[in-house]
């Protein structure tokens, strides 16, 4: 049985940093592009960072550029993002995602929630 596990999330204030983890099993994780992907209160969801089976390359979403970092461990199986410099506006429901583009096949975690509030 797959899983995504997204912890990590909570209570942050204005320009402090958090670390999402997202922990997978039943599946070959380091055969999957994984994506981490926001929602906010009210708003459809919004794309935010990905990065490739290896790690070796990585995309962002112009608002992550500079304050975020995707990377992966493919002998934890796990995925994870700093963000740092974090704002009001980033306060979402974080998920992450599992692609393979060879089969077709996505996976979703339940999400974790991320506020930034004073």
């Known amino acids: 049985e797959v899983h995504l596990v997204e912890s990590g999330g909570g209570l942050v204030q204005p320009g402090g940093s958090l670390r999402l983890s997202c922990a997978a099993s039943?599946?070959?994780?380091?055969?999957?592009?994984m994506s981490w992907v926001r929602q906010a209160p009210g708003k459809g969801p919004e794309w935010v960072s990905s990065?490739?089976?290896?790690?070796?390359?990585?995309y962002y979403v112009d608002f992550a550029k500079g304050r975020f970092t995707i990377s992966r461990d493919n002998v934890k199986n796990t995925l994870y993002l700093q963000m740092n410099s974090l704002k009001p506006e980033d306060t979402a429901v974080y998920y992450c995602?599992?692609?393979?583009?060879?089969?077709?096949?996505?996976?979703w975690g339940q999400g974790t929630q991320v506020t930034v509030s004073s």
């Open positions: 990065i490739d089976t290896s790690g070796d390359n990585t």
């Open positions: 995602n599992a692609h393979s583009s060879l089969i077709n096949r996505d996976f």
């Open positions: 039943g599946f070959i994780f380091g055969r999957y592009d």
